[in-house]
């Protein structure tokens, strides 16, 4: 018999088959067709494959699909309210914060989290949490603009 983990997944209640040796990145992909979440370096090492697991970022080429029981996990695809972007989306958006955007599912993960946690990050606090998202692509200044616009969204301040 097929042992099967269940857990919760962008709000709805999901099951995943348990291979062996399945981490939490490839069930996103291949059973649940969520391919947001990507692969970088399958060592937790470029902060690609980042998604929520209990608010808490988490690098799912490296979490063991046995350990999602009973968790909240969301991924990019999860996100948005509908049509209406997450400001954390939203600010990226605004920003020119991406370019090839590989990297910017993890990056915007990350920093939900990080502003669910401190929601009026300071630069150096940005940079020291963002520092595990790699981006080859050099919008380093423009994410860590987008995530402050999106602390001020996030309290209801005027944009300019």
């Known amino acids: ?6 857990f919760e997944l962008n709000g709805k209640q999901v099951e995943a088959s348990l291979g062996q040796n399945q981490t939490l990145l490839w069930a996103l992909r291949t059973q649940f067709n969520l391919t947001g979440t990507k692969y970088g370096c399958g060592e937790g090492s470029c902060g690609s ?3 929520l697991v209990n608010d808490n970022p ?20 999860g996100l948005a309210d509908g049509e209406k972007l997450h400001p954390v989306q939203q600010a990226f958006v605004e920003h020119d914060a991406l370019q090839c955007g590989y990297c910017t599912p993890g990056m915007i993960l990350n920093a939900v ?6 929601p009026q990050p300071t630069r150096k606090e940005i940079i020291g949490v963002m520092d595990g998202n790699l981006c080859r692509c050099g919008a380093h200044t423009r ?6 616009t999106a602390s001020k969204m996030m309290k209801g301040e005027k944009q300019r």
């Open 113 to 118: 989290s990080l502003l669910k946690k401190n």
């Open 49 to 51: 494959c980042t998604v």
């Open 1 to 6: 018999m097929e042992e099967k983990v269940k």
């Open 143 to 148: 994410i860590i603009m987008a995530i402050e």
């Open 58 to 77: 988490a690098l799912s080429c490296v979490t063991p699909l046995e350990d999602v029981p009973g968790t909240k996990v969301v991924t990019i695809e």
